[in-house]
């Protein structure tokens, strides 16, 4: 039995997950994001090395039991937001809901957690917290290594769902853009994506992603070389 090929496998399936969305469709665990992430995503360039496929994969296995455990509570409770003033649209699940959005995130070192969420998390909440009509949600990070748990409570932050709208309807023009034939992306920012992004890519092959260097601000169709 090859278990180093059984392992592997393990770690590089691929469930389809987004392969099919709309155009109009964002997951709200990229609301958080910046545009360029966020675009990434959209059009299926983000990649990751073993090492971050294998955490994710940790994160998914601690996510998955600790939701078995609970009752009296929705789990993957489905939710849809139509962004004002758009077709767009989120849609997702809420980990855990009873009245309260609870998001599980798992962590391989807590201590970074301990004072307070990121911001792509607190942002993914909000989403939610609209989409079910409730003002409150807490955010419980669990450290892999050793099942330790920090919370954070979060209230509903009308302004900063007003930023994600913006930047969700810049994504989706210049996503469009590229569906027509161009090739401009949002440059990098110096948010941990971007700079994971580049580290990503040479832990993986050395094979840089198409994106990798493009710092050209992006055009409209007509404008683009």
Do not use: W
């Not at 992430?37 to 360039?45: D, E, M, S």
């Not at 090395?49 to 789990?75: A, P, R, V, Y």
Request: proline fraction near 4%; charged fraction near 30%; hydrophobic fraction near 35%.
């Amino acid at each position: 039995m090859d278990f180093r090929k059984i392992i592997d496998d393990i770690i590089n399936y691929d469930d389809g997950y987004g392969k099919d969305d709309p155009d109009e469709m964002f997951h709200p665990s990229s609301a958080g994001f910046c545009r360029r992430q966020i675009l990434l995503n959209k059009l299926g360039l983000t990649k990751h090395s073993m090492k971050t496929k294998g955490s994710f994969l940790t994160g998914k296995i601690i996510h998955n039991f600790i939701q078995e455990k609970l009752s009296n509570c929705e789990i993957e409770k489905p939710i849809r937001l139509d962004i004002p003033d758009s077709s767009l649209y989120f849609k997702g699940k809420i980990d855990v809901f009873d009245g309260i959005v609870y998001d599980l995130k798992t962590t391989s070192d807590i201590y970074y957690n301990i004072e307070g969420p990121k911001h792509e998390h607190i942002a993914q909440v909000n989403v939610y917290m609209k989409a079910v009509g409730v003002d409150k949600a807490q955010i419980i990070y669990i450290d892999k290594r050793n099942f330790r748990a920090v919370f954070h409570d979060i209230i509903l932050n009308e302004n900063l769902l007003t930023d994600i709208y913006s930047k969700i309807k810049d994504v989706y023009e210049i996503y469009m853009m590229n569906k027509e034939g161009a090739d401009v992306l949002f440059p990098a920012c110096p948010c941990y994506q971007c700079i994971s992004e580049i580290e990503d890519v040479r832990d993986r092959d050395n094979t840089p992603l198409r994106s990798e260097g493009n710092t050209k601000e992006p055009q409209r169709k007509e404008s683009v070389p």
